[in-house]
């Protein structure tokens, strides 16, 4: 086993340290973060937006460089809450709460060094943890059989929604219309058209991409434009970016918690990187011998969810590697990026793509580095960054996303389908309905509906299948004791004030 | 309350959506063949799925109309309209016009949008993010589209 983990090491090691792979890790990093540090623009439009810089490379170097993207766009998302109380995305809201506290006392750079060391070191561990749990769990996967899979999905779905905010009621249907959207276009089976409205565009389905950039990068900006009051950018200079010693020996305990309640929630489907954060600061709160400087500018407020929030996102990465099954909508993202760059994501990678899977737990440590050492010295420029208005930085956000959606099947009705997306996605947002069980839904709806016909199949039609089979049942029973958990009294009160802790 | 405000309420607005969205999935899929539960059709699914859907916006649109969301603020209609105008120039004239006329033209109107955009700025950044459309995506990433379309005498 250790001996295999060596080896397997190594191919990941020559494989990321590579010229090429190096070049794309930075790159990623860089733009990531470059994007991630504008504010108004969350994780899932970046690296939307930058999926089609990645269309040419090679699957290996697509996938570093979008991870890449992905932890960078999530440091540029901590910068800007700090320094502008910002949050670019949800998972960095409650690092706005005391990381911009600790900026407007004059220690905005010790923040900052505070959040970049508590990602790094969570980014560690957790890379750790996908090299050693993840093999046995695509092992396990592949002994599934279609009613595994269904159950699994189903399971995935559940807690994707049970630990989605708001109402459960809406996050069903958000994720049947996700479902049934996901069904669109040619029947494999069968060869008949479904939901096409008889247009030859959408024969091969919904594009995925439309569908994201519109809910998401498009939205976020029409939402953007309601209220255009101008933000306070800090002016005051960065200066003391090194924590002191007593600031380490602060830091030490909560990063430590931290990582290890975010690379277990970042397994869990619906958790990931937000979920994370959220419960580290209220664990850290109600931990701290001093509750009173939270919100005061608490140091363990921005160490404990910055780790977590970076294990969270990089311990994701195990159910989507291994099972080809996206926890959030990120990962959503990274599977449709794979089925392009013609990979199926499922726990075949493993065995049969060892250089990409092992290339990329190798590189995401890499790239965790490269942001220590990338965002220290460049933190001026980003800075500078967010002064840039808004009113400059949204035309460039829809020409850019408009370039891209068209450059992923060169079509102009991939355009205009992302339009009809947007407003959709707009007015669910402003009806209180979250858009992520959607996307969760659209890309898993295939693989539910081949795994549920192949299952019937097996059975001769008989439904006890998913009953009958030990690991079916047990899946399906934690399904609905995710659900039935949050519909109990006493645990909705909790999750409501988990999710308004800001 | 009055039945008026009900009309602007989320949850009756969002449950009317919903339900709306799975009477039209129901209809497109009633003309797919079903099959049987052993061998399921094209259709099978879609309909399962779109019953459910259709079972639970009357859920959230009851919800609402016996206890209520709160009403939904209003949309900025110019925000929304400047974007997806935007959106729309570029997806029918890329092709024509080529991208630097789509892209100048795109981003004059998505300006429009902001009441903070003044004439000037816009123009000038209008013709920059044309140059650098050219410049990242043309010659950069090599996409397949030409910088003056044919409709302006381009290739």
Redesign the interface.
Known sequence: MSIDLFANLSVGLSAAFSLDNLFYCFAGVLLGTLIGVLPGIGTVATIAMLLPVTFGLPPVGALIMLSGIYYGAQYGGSTTAILINLPGESSSVVTAVDGYQMARNGRAGVALATAAIGSFFAGTVATILLALFAPPLAAVALTFGPAEYTSLMVLGLFASIALASGSLLKAFAMMLMGLLLGLGGQDIYTGAQRFTLNMIELIDGYEFIAIVMGMFGIAEVIRNLEDESSRSVLSTKIKNLFPSRADLREMAAPVLRGTALGSILGILPGGGAMLSSFASYALEKKLSRKPETFGKGALAGVAGPESANNAGAQTSFIPMLTLGIPSNPVMALMIGALIIQGITPGPNVVTEQPVLFWGLIVSMWLGNLMLVVLNLPLVGIWVKLLSVPYHFLFPAIVVFCSVGVFSVNNASFDVTLMAVFAVIGYVLVKLDCEPAPLLLGFVVGPMLEENIRRAMLVSRGDPMIFIERPISAALLIIAAIAIAAVTLPAIRKGREQAFKEE | MSALSKLRD??V??GA??SG??IW?TA??LN??MG????????Y??VA??L??LG??V??LL?GVLRG?GG??G??L???AA??G???I???C??GAG?GPT?FA??LV??L?????RPI??VI??AG?AVF?WAA?IWG?????SMIGPWLGGY
């Open positions: 989320k949850d607005l969002s959506i919903f969205v799975g999935f497109q899929s797919l063949s049987s539960l052993r061998s399921m059709g094209p259709g699914l879609p799925l779109s459910l859907l639970f916006g859920a959230v919800r969301a939904m603020a949309i900025p110019r925000g929304l974007v997806i935007a959106l729309l570029f997806a029918f890329v092709r991208l892209v795109m981003v998505t300006c949008g902001s009441v903070k955009a700025p816009s950044l209008a993010l459309s995506f990433l090599g996409l397949p589209l």
